[in-house]
């Protein structure tokens, strides 16, 4: 019954949306619907301080396509987030435990903005999110700082990767053999600027050496990947 009554307000939810957005989106903010999707619920959203109003729209991307959007409306404006149907229209959209990025758009000013969400979470279809704030006051730059430590290092059987960083950006920790098999992912998510500590437990890998790379997508204009990499030392 939970579920019917679920997937019944998914449908009203689409009835009342094709009648109350005031204005047709943004070109750079059309999607295409598709049967597989996720509400994002933003509380707040700010534009250099100030509320958006409702000529001003919100998106969701994945790697520069848009996956959604909708008209601002007030606190807990409803985002749907659409998924890779596997349909040639849904080509390229989101996939389960991707995260979305933002955009605003300031009607005002005709401006697009990337904003960034003060907490996000990872795309599944059928879900439901809340993300407090979307924000553009600290746009994200390329960072001068990027440091990486490893300690101890010959380790056994667990090590803390600290990474130092002054950009927020999307992460994904991962440990390869000598060979360049994937092994391990240790973290795969949202990264704010600052000191993160991670650790990695080794215990079921033999003695060898390895390879800790950092994949980097960072939040600015143009998206940008950076790459770290760092070599490991199991001893036993």
Request: aromatic fraction near 18%; proline fraction near 6%.
């Given at each position: 019954?939970?579920?019917?009554?679920?997937?019944?307000?998914?449908?009203?939810y689409l009835f009342l949306i094709s009648f109350s957005f005031p204005q047709?989106?943004?070109?750079?903010?059309?999607?295409?619907?598709?049967?597989?999707?996720?509400?994002?619920?933003?509380?707040?959203?700010?534009?250099?301080?100030?509320?958006?109003?409702?000529?001003?729209?919100?998106?969701?991307?994945?790697?520069?396509?848009?996956?959604?959007?909708?008209?601002?409306?007030?606190?807990?404006?409803?985002?749907?987030?659409?998924?890779?149907?596997?349909?040639?229209?849904?080509?390229?959209?989101?996939?389960?435990?991707?995260?979305?990025?933002?955009?605003?758009?300031?009607?005002?000013?005709?401006?697009?903005?990337?904003?960034?969400?003060?907490?996000?979470?990872?795309?599944?279809?059928?879900?439901?999110?809340?993300?407090?704030?979307?924000?553009?006051?600290?746009?994200?730059?390329?960072?001068?700082?990027?440091?990486?430590s490893v300690y101890p290092n010959p380790f056994n059987p667990e090590t803390?990767?600290?990474?130092?960083?002054?950009?927020?950006?999307?992460?994904?920790?991962?440990?390869?053999?000598?060979?360049?098999?994937?092994?391990?992912?240790?973290?795969?998510?949202?990264?704010?600027?600052?000191?993160?500590?991670?650790?990695?437990?080794?215990?079921?890998?033999?003695?060898?050496?390895?390879?800790?790379?950092?994949?980097?997508?960072?939040?600015?204009?143009?998206?940008?990947?950076?790459?770290?990499?760092?070599?490991?030392?199991?001893?036993?």
């Amino acid at each position: 019954m939970f579920y019917l009554i679920r997937n019944l307000s998914f449908l009203i939810y689409l009835f009342l949306i094709s009648f109350s957005f005031p204005q047709d989106p943004p070109e750079q903010f059309q999607y295409n619907q598709s049967t597989l999707q996720a509400f994002y619920y933003i509380g707040i959203a700010e534009v250099e301080g100030e509320d958006p109003t409702e000529d001003d729209w919100i998106a969701a991307f994945r790697d520069n396509i848009c996956v959604g959007s909708a008209p601002w409306q007030g606190q807990f404006t409803t985002l749907p987030v659409m998924g890779d149907s596997g349909q040639q229209w849904t080509v390229g959209y989101m996939q389960n435990g991707e995260y979305p990025e933002y955009q605003i758009f300031d009607h005002s000013e005709n401006q697009f903005t990337t904003a960034i969400p003060s907490n996000n979470f990872a795309w599944f279809n059928n879900a439901f999110f809340t993300i407090d704030m979307l924000d553009i006051n600290h746009i994200a730059t390329i960072p001068e700082i990027f440091e990486i430590s490893v300690y101890p290092n010959p380790f056994n059987p667990e090590t803390t990767i600290s990474i130092q960083h002054d950009s927020a950006g999307f992460i994904q920790i991962q440990i390869f053999d000598i060979s360049g098999q994937l092994i391990d992912n240790i973290y795969s998510g949202f990264a704010h600027p600052g000191n993160q500590i991670y650790k990695w437990k080794a215990d079921k890998f033999p003695t060898g050496l390895y390879f800790l790379c950092i994949f980097i997508d960072y939040i600015s204009f143009t998206k940008s990947r950076k790459i770290h990499t760092k070599k490991l030392v199991i001893l036993k």
